[in-house]
Structures are given as C-alpha cells and as structure tokens.
C-alpha cells in the first residue's frame, strides 16, 4: 500500500482542517488506518486509529472530541477532520496503514505515507 497524505497548511486556533490520505492498491479496505504526528525533538505520536470498516475507531485523549477519523474503501482514501485547532496541534501528520492482522492501534503500522505540515498560529 502507497500512501500520500495531504491537505496540511496554516490556520489560526480554532480553525478546522481536513486531511486527506490517497491510499494505491486494491488492499486499501483490508487494512486498519490510522494518524500519526510529530513535532521536532518528539517521538510520532498516535492520533487516532479506525478498522477496515470503520466500526472500531480510537483516538487519542489529546484529540478527543475534536477530530473524526472516516475512510472510504471504494475511493481508497483516509480522511482526518480536525476542528477547534489549537497551537499545540502543530505538527507533521502522518497517515499509515496496519497489517491486516494487527490486533490494537498499539502495534507499529506496516506502511507510512509522506506528512503533511499543519501549523496553528495563536
């Protein structure tokens, strides 16, 4: 699976934002997907996760009530909603994709796509 993350930018806090990950392959829908961020000098961490199908999503406390994670298996494509953002949402994002078979969003994903900066202003 190749994936390409986008829809990244600049907003102020408050703001929403709708990331987007373009997955290749026709495994896409076999796959639990999840978003990933980091900053500089910190380890990536997990936003929030979703299952093949979507009845099994997870997001982080940081995130909680804020962002929605959905996918669309027949356009192959992962999306992030982020909504009242906060400066402490900036971040590279990152989309990935588990092994069919993982057992929790705690295992490491099997595929990264490239991030997509978003920076929060105060």
């Known amino acids: 699976v190749q994936l390409q993350a986008s829809g990244g930018g600049v907003v102020q806090a408050g703001d929403s934002l709708r990331l987007v990950c373009a997955a290749s392959?026709?495994?896409?829908?076999?796959?639990?997907m999840g978003w990933f961020r980091q900053t500089p000098g910190k380890e990536r961490e997990f936003v929030a996760g979703?299952?093949?199908?979507?009845?099994?999503?997870y997001y982080a406390d940081s995130v909680k009530g804020r962002v929605t994670i959905s996918r669309d298996n027949g356009k192959n494509t992962l999306y992030l909603q982020m909504n009242s953002l906060k400066p402490e949402d900036t971040a590279v994002y990152y989309c990935?994709?588990?092994?069919?078979?993982?057992?929790?969003?705690?295992?490491?994903?099997?595929?990264w796509g490239q991030g997509t900066q978003v920076t929060v202003s105060s």
């Open positions: 392959g026709r495994a896409f829908s076999r796959h639990p």
């Open positions: 990935a994709a588990y092994d069919p078979d993982a057992s929790s969003y705690d295992k490491t994903p099997k595929y």
């Open positions: 979703i299952n093949w199908y979507g009845g099994s999503i």
